[in-house]
């Protein structure tokens, strides 16, 4: 079956800290990658997205995530947190011949100021 | 629209109530998805519209939940008989639709949030 997992659920950093959450998803041939994020009492917004070439892709906010095909994994980088990163991280894939996002369970990041 | 909208954005009704829920996706946006989030549950799909087709309904829990998309823009979930699991909030995303992976960019609603008593 398709699926994403997300491994950490809770994390809780002080700001500057650096960020790296996991993101795995079940093989499935090509994959179209991305991570959403939702601050509190707001909508999910795209951080950044994969669809093909350099696996090294940065997105909004200071954000990167690396796809290593051999891993099947889309990990979420920030280098240094801030108290505004709070929030909840989904990473989503779409597989292929599908258009539907298969999320993962979400990510809960507090950031301490 | 400059975005997905959904309405209500909030709904509490009593049990064994129907409830209509409504997205107005991004003008032009031919692909239309409903989602469901909950607590322990995540993210989970419900279903896909292309125009005003559905060729996925895979993600309905069950034939008290329905789905109709007119004029290829907005769409209504129907929830029938309501129980008390249905307590989630409902989100709708749009994307231009068709086979380009740049098509497949979903933007989403902020969601209508359903409790039942």
């Known amino acids: 079956a398709q699926s994403v997992s997300q491994h950490n659920h809770h994390v809780i950093l002080s700001e500057a800290a650096s960020l790296e959450l996991g993101c795995n998803y079940s093989?499935?041939?090509?994959?179209?990658l991305f991570w959403y994020v939702q601050y509190p009492g707001q909508h999910l917004q795209l951080l950044l997205k994969?669809?093909?070439?350099?696996?090294l892709v940065k997105g909004i906010k200071g954000f990167e995530a690396e796809f290593i095909k051999s891993k099947f994994s889309f990990n979420l980088r920030k280098p240094s947190v801030q108290w505004s990163d709070t929030a909840e991280y989904f990473c989503?894939?779409?597989?292929?011949?599908?258009?539907?996002?298969?999320f993962g369970t979400g990510t809960r990041l507090k950031v301490l100021a | 629209g400059a975005g997905v909208s959904q309405s209500p954005s909030n709904k509490v009704t009593e049990k064994g109530k129907d409830v209509e829920l409504r997205c107005d996706p991004i003008?032009?946006?031919?692909?239309l998805y409903w989602y469901r989030q909950s607590l322990g549950q995540g993210l989970e799909f419900l279903i896909y519209?292309?125009?005003?087709?559905?060729?996925?309904k895979s993600g309905l829990p069950s034939d008290r939940f329905s789905a109709e998309r007119t004029g290829g823009s907005v769409s209504t979930l129907t929830i029938q008989r309501t129980q008390q699991e249905d307590s989630a909030v409902y989100l709708c995303?749009?994307?231009?639709?068709?086979?380009?992976?740049?098509?497949?960019?979903?933007?989403f609603g902020a969601g209508t949030r359903l409790s039942v008593l």
């Open positions: 003008s032009g946006h031919t692909a």
């Open positions: 995303a749009s994307s231009l639709g068709g086979g380009g992976a740049g098509q497949n960019i979903q933007y």
């Open positions: 994969y669809f093909s070439g350099d696996p």
């Open positions: 519209f292309q125009g005003n087709s559905a060729p996925d």
């Open positions: 989503a894939v779409i597989f292929s011949g599908t258009y539907k996002y298969i």
């Open positions: 093989y499935g041939g090509t994959v179209n």
